[in-house]
């Protein structure tokens, strides 16, 4: 383990927005509404291949506007929300001021671990390399080796915009939300054209030179069968510390 020094440096320097990601998400142009509708398919598929636990104390890492976190409050124990933007740390602490199991930590030093599951969704195609290594050097400090950690949605080198992007209008159709989810789009290539358009936008990880980071920062990891994203061009780990 590594002095709370050190974890407390590490801590301030992720940087799970950016680029200006973090803006682009922050501003109240953007209609939120459907990172609920990715919320649910994201708790739909972890209660179904997993189920949550009445014992659970869960770090939501990268939470967002905490949408995850509002669906699964009733079933699990303790919650904490962690994200790097100012933005949504705010609108966090508003959300859930009414729920004392539920704390908005604005550093990872204020999460009172270990934790038994840590949610990282939709998150590591905004982490460079460094920010991805420091996250999952932080993160030992708050895990044991029971500790799940789920880390979704992730983009894989090869990966096409294009065919991302139909297969996700493919899980709108089928779930009835297709209208939603083209406005989405249309305000996204509105706000933010270039990095709409382009893939280097994102941070790609191929499953094997993953799964080798993850092992050189004490993690075994296995892709997990059941897609927790709307595309099926993205994939799913699930890792756990090393005994």
């Known amino acids: ?20 990601w973090d803006r ?8 939120h509404s459907i990172m609920g509708i990715w919320a649910e398919h994201f708790v739909y598929s972890y209660h179904k291949y997993y ?14 506007l905490g949408d995850i976190s509002f669906l699964v409050k009733d079933r699990v124990a303790r919650i904490f929300l962690y994200d790097k933007s100012e933005y949504f ?9 009414s729920f004392p199991h539920i704390r908005v930590a604005r550093s990872l030093l204020d999460v009172q671990g270990p934790v038994s599951l840590i949610i990282i969704n ?12 420091e996250m999952l050097r932080a993160l030992r ?10 880390i979704s949605d992730i983009v894989p080198p090869g990966y096409s915009k294009l065919l991302d992007a139909l297969s996700q209008l493919r899980t709108g159709l089928r779930k009835k939300f297709l ?11 509105r706000e933010n054209p270039k990095q ?3 893939s280097s936008s994102f941070h790609l990880y191929g499953e094997r030179d993953f799964k080798q980071i993850l092992s050189r920062f004490g993690y075994t990891a296995r892709k997990t069968e059941k897609n927790f994203s709307f595309s099926n061009y993205r994939y799913t780990l699930e890792c756990r510390l090393k005994d």
């Open 141 to 150: 400090d708050l895990c044991d080796s029971k500790t799940r950690i789920i």
């Open 24 to 31: 682009y998400f922050s501003s109240t142009k953007i209609d």
């Open 179 to 189: 209208k939603k989810l083209l406005w989405f789009i249309l305000v996204n290539l």
């Open 122 to 133: 939709s998150v590591i195609h905004y982490m460079t390399k460094s920010e991805l290594e």
């Open 51 to 64: 189920g949550f636990s009445k014992s659970d104390v869960v770090l939501d890492f990268g939470a967002g």
């Open 89 to 97: 740390l705010g609108q966090l602490g508003r959300k859930f001021a």
């Open 1 to 20: 383990m590594e002095s709370n020094q050190g974890s407390e440096k590490q801590s301030h320097e992720i940087n799970t927005t950016p680029s200006d």
């Open 196 to 198: 709409s358009l382009s």
